[in-house]
């Protein structure tokens, strides 16, 4: 008889693990107070080890388990965790690898091939080109490095790792924060087999299916939910979100505590950054080349390192000032690399001017840019609030909906839109800015836990700390009402909605969802 069980991620994000402490209470009640509950891990390097320090690894794990230590403390003890383990892979597994490998080969290999594979009918490819990329920390992937070639070798052999465990145990859930990383390939698999599949987003909580694989694609029903709500409700949400992004566009970071640094301030640096010509000035604002460049779906390029190059190569073309500037945490946190990165490039393309990372949007905006180019980044709503229209080059993109952004559908009409941005229209609205900004972060639609996460933040040293510190469990614990939590979780759980929120319509006010407190 098949062992019942949930499967969670094991990871040291104290937010988050409250989140799956109270998924698995609800799961239990669900499936079973009975049923097991394992955990495991998939770090970065776990491919390059020898059997012996792997074999370490996993002592290490049994000892650190058996006596509750640290974050394996709360995996024990808090969420009832029968076993912690690294997947073993075998002989059968390496052997399938090699006979789906050859089989594989027979077809040109090419990032497209890549872009779009498959295992046994299971979607895997936007997983295996993020894992590659961070796991390496490389800006690209290229299909005849026999460095990547290995990788693709040992990640098959992974996936039938995991693919033999769900034939071996009765998985009735799976539980991930990281699913478009190796760790994410039990809760991909489990999609595919119309198990639970579980993510937890911050203060949101997706729910997977074949529809939609991907978590955080909410924003596409921004415009439609905004017309739910009365006259009334719509007018003051545009003024208080008005309000809220004069306080962004002062440097509040509040409804993005996961950056380090704000890029606005009303302080300027000490020289002008911006030329002064007549010439129509845009600037290019690169995202981390390996923070899941798959992660929304729907991008013109495989990796953003393939857009940046395809657009420095369109810039020797135009007439136009051009500008690179990286965001202000490049030089705070593991993004060092980037900044290496595209200097080097920049070495070749002398004709866009370097803005250091520090320099705030305010004096960029002021000294009078013209247009901006992003993946799918949060200048597509900050830039064109002052009028400066932003071309996106992904589908899938926050203010896709909105007509507030250039929106290419391909790579062709991507360079027709860059070639010609001096003679372009395009309508900006800034109802339809404050629209978005509202909906996106402002109205507490999805906060699950129902919980400050900006006053959480305020008690802790820094965001590094938020999500490593004991503490940060703690006070989210004491600030939640974990019934009421369970019982709206019960009722998700046994839907297939896309995303755990709250229903809104025409009776709507501020007093009921809590917004008042803006006043």
């Known amino acids: 008889m098949r062992k019942k069980i949930i499967l969670v991620e094991f990871h040291g994000w104290k937010p988050e693990l409250i989140r799956h402490k109270i998924l698995v209470k609800a799961l239990k009640f669900k499936f079973g107070s009975d049923i097991n509950v394992e955990a495991f ?69 090419s990032k497209k091939t890549i ?29 005849k490095d026999q460095q990547f070639l290995n990788f693709i070798n040992s990640f098959f052999s992974l996936f039938f790792y995991w693919e033999d465990y769900f034939n071996k145990n009765d998985i009735k859930a799976v539980i991930a924060v990281h699913p478009t990383y190796m760790t994410g390939l039990p809760a991909r698999i489990a999609i595919y087999k119309n198990i639970k599949s579980l993510i937890t987003r911050g ?17 596409k029903n921004y ?53 002064k010509s007549k010439k129509f000035k845009i600037i290019i604002f690169p995202l981390s080349f390996f923070d899941s460049p798959t992660g929304y779906g729907g991008a013109l390029f495989h990796d953003f390192y393939e857009w940046l190059v395809f657009v420095l190569k369109l810039s020797s073309k135009t007439n136009y000032d051009w500008y ?47 247009a901006a180019l992003t993946i799918h980044g949060t200048v597509g709503s900050e830039y064109p609030y002052y009028n400066i229209p932003v071309v996106n080059a992904s589908i899938n993109n926050p203010h896709m909906n909105y007509g507030f952004n250039f929106n290419p559908k391909s790579k062709k009409e991507l360079k027709r ?43 802790t040293r820094d965001l590094k700390d938020y999500y490593s510190n004991m503490n940060t469990y703690d006070l989210i614990s004491q600030n939640i009402k974990e019934n009421n939590i369970l ?23 501020y007093k009921n969802i809590g917004l008042e407190k803006l006043q």
């Not at 936007?126 to 590659?132: G, Q």
């Not at 997706?206 to 955080?216: A, D, E, M, Y």
């Not at 960029?364 to 013209?370: D, L, Q, S």
């Not at 109205?443 to 900006?454: A, C, G």
């Open 487 to 509: 019982k709206s979780l019960r009722f998700f759980l046994n839907t297939d909605d896309y995303v755990l929120g709250r229903k809104y319509d025409k009776k709507t006010n």
């Open 324 to 370: 690179i500037k990286l965001h202000p945490d490049v030089l705070l946190k593991w993004d060092y690399l980037n900044y290496s990165i595209v200097k080097n490039l920049l070495k070749k393309y002398k004709n866009v001017n370097w803005i250091a990372p520090e320099t705030p949007h305010n004096q960029i905006i002021k000294e009078g840019i013209n």
């Open 115 to 143: 872009a779009n594979l498959k295992i046994n009918g299971v979607f895997v490819g936007d997983i295996l080109i993020d894992s590659y990329l961070r796991n390496y920390y490389k800006p690209f992937i290229d299909v």
């Open 223 to 275: 415009k439609r939910d905004f017309k739910k709500f009365n006259d009334d409700f719509k007018k003051k949400a545009i003024s208080d979100a008005n309000l809220e992004m004069q306080k962004k566009f002062g440097g509040s970071k509040k409804y993005e505590h996961y950056i380090l640094k704000s890029p606005f301030s009303k302080k300027k640096t000490t020289k002008r950054v911006i030329k």
């Open 41 to 109: 891990a998939t770090y970065p390097h776990y491919f390059f080890e020898n059997f012996f320090k792997k074999l370490i690894n996993n002592l290490k794990i049994y000892f650190v388990f058996l006596f509750s230590l640290k974050t394996f403390g709360i995996f024990k003890k808090e969420m009832k965790v029968n076993k912690i383990f690294y997947p073993n892979i075998n002989s059968k597994h390496i052997y399938k690898s090699k006979i789906f490998f050859k089989k594989f080969c027979k077809k040109k290999i």
């Open 417 to 459: 839109v860059i070639l010609t941005l001096p003679k372009l229209k395009i309508k900006i609205k800034i109802k339809e800015i404050l629209e978005f900004f509202f909906m996106h972060h402002m109205l507490p639609k999805y906060n699950w836990l129902e919980i400050d996460t900006t006053e959480i933040l305020k008690k």
């Open 203 to 219: 203060d949101k909580l997706f729910q997977l299916t074949k529809k939609n694989i991907r978590p955080s694609l909410h924003f």
